[in-house]
């Protein structure tokens, strides 16, 4: 049986504490590598040699919002998790593709990790649940 490292997960956050938070969770999901970008620059030029196992995205980093970054993982079948504030209430949001999922900020970190197992089955880990009070804190701001 062969025993290869998993692709990385992208992760695009351009907040600090929540990109660590979310860092964090995905560990709990069983991802130890995780390369985490706050530009779409940036992240642009990571797609060009690499290809996530999944990805986990904000609608808007530093740049420019992140339609552009979601169509080239929807072209690549990457699963990938959209992790913001930014919702339409039409339902028709660019980044709905047919291997995504929604989590409004701040999340429940169980429904996160249960959302990051169901794009990526075959990575389950059991692990305990992180607070999600510390995370709700620091995005109360908004």
Same mark, same amino acid.
């Given at each position: 049986? +062969?025993?290869?490292?998993? =692709?990385?997960? !992208?992760?695009? *956050?351009?907040?600090?504490? &929540? /990109?660590?938070?979310?860092?964090?969770?995905?560990?709990?999901?069983?991802?130890?590598?995780?390369?985490?970008?706050?530009?779409?620059?940036?992240?642009?030029?990571?797609?060009?040699?690499?290809?996530? +196992?999944?990805?986990?995205? =904000?609608?808007? !980093?530093?740049? *420019?919002?992140?339609?552009? &970054? /979601?169509?080239?993982?929807?072209?690549?079948?990457?699963?990938?998790?959209?992790?913001?504030?930014?919702?339409?209430?039409?339902?028709?949001?660019?980044?709905?593709?047919?291997?995504?999922?929604?989590?409004?900020?701040?999340?429940?970190?169980?429904?996160?990790?249960?959302?990051?197992?169901?794009?990526?089955?075959?990575?389950?880990?059991?692990?305990?649940?992180?607070?999600?009070?510390?995370?709700?804190?620091?995005?109360?701001?908004?």
């Amino acid at each position: 049986m +062969e025993n290869r490292e998993h =692709e990385p997960v !992208l992760l695009l *956050e351009d907040q600090a504490l &929540i /990109a660590i938070y979310m860092e964090e969770l995905l560990h709990e999901a069983g991802f130890d590598n995780i390369s985490t970008l706050s530009s779409c620059a940036a992240a642009a030029e990571w797609l060009q040699k690499n290809t996530p +196992e999944l990805a986990v995205i =904000e609608t808007r !980093l530093r740049d *420019e919002p992140c339609d552009a &970054i /979601a169509a080239v993982l929807n072209q690549r079948g990457v699963p990938y998790i959209v992790h913001s504030v930014e919702r339409d209430g039409s339902g028709n949001h660019p980044y709905m593709g047919t291997k995504c999922k929604w989590i409004d900020k701040p999340c429940d970190p169980d429904e996160f990790v249960k959302a990051v197992k169901e794009c990526v089955p075959s990575r389950r880990k059991p692990a305990p649940a992180a607070s999600g009070i510390q995370y709700q804190e620091q995005c109360h701001h908004r």
